[in-house]
């Protein structure tokens, strides 16, 4: 099993960036796709970023291209978000997943990742 444990949130001002971090344990992730997720109030989770542990591919959702940066550091067992130009509409709570299912690229849906971190909140106010 692997245990994933998010940190990095907090409380920002329209336009600021912000670095969460997912720290891995237990289980080897080296042949899993990672990713971040969010929620927001009243809304579906929604796929943020994801990449393979072990390969070159990344991929982002829509809303967070060219402002989000997904990334690891394999020696740490540490999955990155780096979030710049922040909006309010990027306000939620952001969770880290992992998954060992085999795919071509990184999966977008929620319900194919098997292992889920406890959230990090992120507020960005106006």
């Known amino acids: 099993q692997v245990k994933l444990a998010e940190s990095g949130g907090g409380l920002v001002q329209n336009g600021a960036s912000l670095r969460l971090t997912c720290a891995a344990s237990?289980?080897?992730?080296?042949?899993?796709?990672m990713a971040w997720f969010r929620r927001a109030p009243g809304k579906e989770r929604e796929f943020v970023a994801g990449v393979h542990w072990n390969g070159p591919t990344t991929r982002y959702g829509e809303s967070v291209k060219g402002r989000f940066t997904v990334s690891r550091d394999s020696t740490k067992n540490t999955l990155f978000l780096e979030m710049s130009s922040l909006k309010s509409e990027d306000t939620a709570v952001y969770y880290c997943a992992a998954t060992i299912r085999w795919a071509t690229n990184v999966p977008t849906s929620a319900p194919l990742y098997e292992e889920w971190g406890q959230g990090t909140q992120v507020t960005v106010s106006p």
């Open positions: 237990g289980r080897s992730v080296s042949n899993h796709f």
